[in-house]
């Protein structure tokens, strides 16, 4: 059975860090991509970043380009994200998610889709007041 325990999270205020961590075990699979995605209230959930644990490619949306990374622990089974420069738009629920990969064009990708991942977390809430 898949487990993701989140941890981390919390309060800051604008302009500061977080890290958030997702410890996974039980996946059939050695490589699949593993992903945070945001829900805030009555907002979709979104991508935020994935990274793919077979080569350690990464993905980010747009809005936390330059500002977030993801990162894997190969030997703990975790991916973590570290959050800089926070804002308060970034306030969310935020989930870590694990599914398979997929091949576009000869590359192994991951998806930044909710549809795409069949595994979560219980969510952690990060709150960034301006």
């Known amino acids: 059975q898949v487990q993701l325990v989140e941890s981390g999270g919390g309060s800051v205020q604008a302009g500061g860090s977080l890290r958030l961590s997702c410890a996974a075990s039980?996946?059939?699979?050695?490589?699949?991509?593993m992903a945070w995605f945001r829900q805030a209230p009555v907002k979709e959930r979104e991508g935020v970043a994935a990274?793919?644990?077979?080569?350690?490619?990464?993905y980010y949306a747009d809005s936390v380009k330059g500002r977030f990374t993801i990162s894997q622990d190969n030997a703990e089974n975790t991916v973590s994200l570290q959050m800089n420069s926070l804002k308060p738009e970034d306030s969310a629920m935020y989930y870590c998610?694990?599914?398979?990969?997929?091949?576009?064009?000869?590359?192994?990708?991951?998806?930044?889709?909710?549809?795409?991942?069949?595994?979560w977390g219980q969510g952690t809430q990060v709150t960034v007041s301006s």
């Open positions: 990274i793919y644990t077979g080569g350690g490619s990464t």
């Open positions: 998610a694990a599914g398979a990969a997929y091949v576009s064009g000869g590359v192994v990708r991951c998806a930044m889709s909710p549809t795409r991942y069949t595994y």
């Open positions: 039980g996946y059939r699979y050695s490589t699949y991509c």
